[in-house]
């Protein structure tokens, strides 16, 4: 027998348990994500649908996708957001392209909280060479440390560290010219992104976990961010 055919028992235990892992691999998207489609829009209307709130915002739907706009004389991102009942593991998955803008940030609130600035819970910043994931609850927008870094206070060395427990940073690099996939989704304590169907990033952390979120907001930051195919699912 030609001798490529002699293969090791140990080198085919080795390829067997690769091959395994690589098929159990958790952080591939499944081809059924969240299943239950709670909301969905592809923005195919001349207006926004009655479902979409704005805060600061100049957003409007052109050729069939909705364009994140900030006022120029603004003194907050643009804000088009969605309120729902309350649910703690969700998930979002939408299209976008950079057009201008260099930042924007799908944010999640529980309206009724009080022990954060403006109910923030967690979110997903997104730049064209960073993923970034905050546990807003227990972290940047958590009262006392929202107000002191508000008020340009400086912040105590315990309170820096726990900070750095609550945000996961991580490169990533995007076409600017190109429509990309985001897909957030929120499940127990833990935060998972994929882009374009390939596993990102994750943050765990116990806000994240908060288990009445009744609020997702796109903040565009600046003019513009174009948006496309919008999906809230349920498990």
């Known amino acids: 027998m030609p001798s490529f055919f002699m293969i090791k028992p140990s080198s085919f235990l080795f390829v067997m348990i690769f091959f395994k892992a690589t098929l159990c691999h958790s952080d591939a998207l ?120 508000k008020a340009g206070k400086s912040l105590d060395e315990k309170t820096k560290a726990l900070l750095e427990t609550k945000v996961k940073r991580s490169k990533f690099s995007f076409d600017p010219e190109k429509w990309h996939n985001l897909v957030i989704r929120i499940q127990e304590n833990t935060l998972k992104v994929w882009i374009d169907k390939e596993f990102a990033t994750s943050l765990e952390s116990d806000g994240i976990g908060h288990t009445t979120k009744s609020n997702m907001n796109i903040t565009t930051v600046d003019r513009e961010v174009h948006y496309d195919n919008f999906f809230i699912r349920t498990p």
């Open 30 to 149: 499944p081809e059924t994500p969240f299943k239950n489609i709670f909301f969905q829009d592809d923005f195919s209307d001349s207006k926004l649908k009655k479902a979409w709130g704005s805060w600061k915002s100049e957003s409007l739907i052109r050729d069939g996708v909705l364009v994140g706009i900030t006022p120029k004389d603004a003194d907050h991102p643009s804000v088009n957001t969605i309120k729902y009942p309350p649910l703690s593991n969700l998930e979002v998955d939408l299209n976008f392209k950079f057009s201008g803008s260099k930042r924007f940030l799908v944010m999640f609130r529980d309206l009724d909280f009080k022990g954060s600035h403006a109910g923030h819970i967690c979110h997903v910043e997104i730049s064209p060479n960073q993923i970034v994931i905050h546990d807003g609850k227990m972290g940047i927008f958590e009262n006392a440390i929202y107000e002191s870094r």
